[in-house]
């Protein structure tokens, strides 16, 4: 049997569920507690709380290992025929996060509106605030953008 297709047993599951005790994630503790707690799932058992962590962190990384293999295929789709190396940056989009959270099967919804920079919100909330104008901050200022 190859290794992800074997049993754990009760020890090995046993030491894993105590390591955790010690083991620091990524995502901290209370960040997590609180979304469980949002979701509706009550506990103070911090093991719980970063096995929680732990498989929201895999998870990231899988959608950002897939976004970044799209990212990189696409780009080389676009520059199949040249040898520049003066830009071997690679950028992720929203697009290549679409993508990659599509694999795993969440469709993301595009944002009707958005700031897009700070003059945008600044001129939103000083029309909102202005006297006069009848502008409100969700859309007074920002919809001649």
């Known amino acids: 049997m190859t290794d ?6 009760n020890d090995d599951l046993g030491d894993f569920i105590a390591s955790l005790e010690d083991y620091q994630t990524a995502i901290p503790d209370p960040l997590v507690q609180h979304f469980l707690n949002k979701a509706g799932f009550q506990t103070d058992d911090p093991r719980v709380i970063r096995l929680v962590a732990l498989a929201a962190q895999k998870f990231v990384a899988d959608v950002a290992h897939e976004a970044l293999t799209q990212r990189r295929i696409h780009r080389e789709s676009q520059h199949k025929g040249s040898s520049s190396t003066e830009d071997d940056k690679v ?31 600044t001129t939103t ?13 969700a859309g007074g200022g920002a919809s001649g953008s």
Request: hydrophobic share 35%; net charge negative.
């Open 4 to 9: 992800a297709g074997r049993c754990i047993d």
């Open 91 to 121: 950028v992720l989009t929203k697009e290549d996060l679409k993508w990659a959270l599509q694999e795993f099967g969440i469709r993301l919804a595009r944002t009707e509106y958005f700031a897009d920079n700070v003059s945008t919100t």
């Open 125 to 137: 909330t000083a029309t909102a605030s202005g006297t006069g104008g009848g502008g409100t901050a």
